[in-house]
């Protein structure tokens, strides 16, 4: 997409720190890093969400995800990682071409992501998982 800024990273027409690629995949240092050594795993062609993927697609992708988060973690001594992937505005996504964040992560680090867990009504649960069943063709 012309417009689209990782299509401009994988096309070299802007610059990126590149950390490791083949035909379909580009792995780059985040610009702006939670902490440093924040890398992104992208797919080379232009998808929005990873819905619009074909599923072998998605999985030739996350094939490179544990060589790529074992030398995150290596490179920076980190104790975890986070892996991240939005997909919308409304679920923090800023750049709309399907890209995984991995995060080096150290204890005590003092990061501190949002997550505010629910709780359901009786029977909502069993609702809506049979409405998400419903729709699993
Ligand atoms: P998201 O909120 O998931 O869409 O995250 C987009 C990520 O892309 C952010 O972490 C940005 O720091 C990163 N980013 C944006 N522009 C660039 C760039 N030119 N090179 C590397 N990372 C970038
Ligand atoms: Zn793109």
Not at 3 to 14: P, R, S, T
Not at 115 to 132: C, D, F, N, T, V
Request: charged residues 25%; glycine residues 10%.
């Amino acid at each position: 997409m012309s417009d689209c800024i990782f299509c401009k990273i994988v096309a070299g027409e802007i610059p990126s720190y590149r950390l490791m690629e083949d035909e379909d995949m580009l792995a780059f240092m985040d610009i702006g890093p939670i902490r440093p050594g924040h890398a992104l795993l992208i797919p080379k062609k232009h998808y929005e969400r990873t819905v619009d993927m074909p599923g072998e697609e998605v999985a030739r992708l996350m094939t490179h995800l544990p060589r790529l988060a074992r030398a995150v973690v290596e490179a920076t001594g980190a104790d975890g990682y986070n892996v991240f992937q939005m997909n919308g505005a409304c679920a923090g996504q800023v750049v709309p071409h399907v890209h995984f964040h991995i995060i080096p992560r150290h204890n005590g680090d003092g990061i501190k992501f949002g997550w505010p867990a629910a709780r359901y009504g009786e029977g909502e649960m069993e609702k809506l998982g049979e409405k998400i069943r419903s729709r699993l063709l």
